[in-house]
């Protein structure tokens, strides 16, 4: 099947620092991408749906510019949490999809962000 | 209320147990996928169904679109079986390609 690689898969880092985590499809184009959020024990929670070459739509209470996505080509999109705070510590997982295999849902391996 | 249901929310099972994890959902659906997350976070598309039914070694998935309903089964259960299993369906019309995802069944399998 297709694959998608998220990176880093875990980051620790100082409140009030930006991180980035980057979501690759290998092979194949992503055209729409999404990313979510999960907390211990807790369902996935829809943040944005990004869109190759278009501003990311945002889901409702989630900010945008705390949560910077960027889907500049059709194999990478980035999600940049900034100025982290510790509330932000969470596992942040992107899916992929697009043209043939738009329903299928391939994941990343998800990034555990913790904010010290 | 949460679009996709599923339950149970924790199953405990002896090695060799039949299981069946149920899913419910009241959105109108283009597919509905079953998803396997693992400890360390990483989820496998186990399922995507959008009628009748699917086998893949010991798992069976099925789906009834008249009732909004799916069952995830499990033949001859093993401890590797242990995960957290997700009910997903995808919208369709406004929402497609969204997923809206059930709060996962934590399944823990004995030796």
């Known amino acids: 099947g297709a694959v998608v690689s998220q990176h880093p898969s875990r980051v620790i880092c100082k409140s009030g620092t930006s991180v980035k985590i980057e979501c690759r499809s290998l092979?194949?184009?992503?055209?729409?991408m999404f990313w979510y959020r999960q907390f211990p024990k807790q369902s996935l929670m829809l943040m944005a749906t990004?869109?190759?070459?278009?501003?990311?739509?945002?889901e409702q209470g989630v900010e945008k510019d705390k949560f910077l996505i960027n889907h500049a080509s059709l194999t990478l999109s980035t999600l940049t949490v900034t100025s982290a705070h510790p509330e932000d510590s969470s596992f942040y997982i992107c899916?992929?999809?697009?043209?043939?295999?738009?329903?299928?849902?391939?994941f990343g391996q998800g990034t555990r962000l913790t904010v010290v | 209320k949460n679009e996709v249901e599923q339950s149970p929310q924790n199953l405990t099972a002896q090695e060799g147990e039949f299981i069946t994890i149920n899913c419910s959902y009241s959105?109108?659906?283009?597919?509905l996928h079953w998803l396997q997350q693992h400890p360390g976070g990483g989820i496998v598309s186990l399922f995507m169904?959008?009628?009748g039914k699917k086998k893949h070694g010991r798992l069976i998935a099925t789906i009834n679109i008249q009732e909004k309903h799916s069952s995830l089964h499990i033949t001859a259960s093993h401890p590797r079986d242990s995960a957290v299993y997700i009910c997903?369906?995808?919208?369709?019309?406004?929402?497609?390609?969204?997923?809206?995802f059930g709060r996962g069944t934590q399944l823990t399998v004995w030796p």
């Open positions: 899916s992929a999809g697009g043209g043939a295999l738009f329903a299928e849902a391939f």
């Open positions: 092979d194949f184009q992503a055209t729409t």
């Open positions: 990004s869109n190759e070459g278009s501003k990311a739509t945002y």
């Open positions: 959105v109108g659906i283009s597919a």
């Open positions: 169904l959008s009628s």
């Open positions: 997903a369906v995808r919208g369709r019309g406004s929402t497609l390609g969204r997923l809206y």
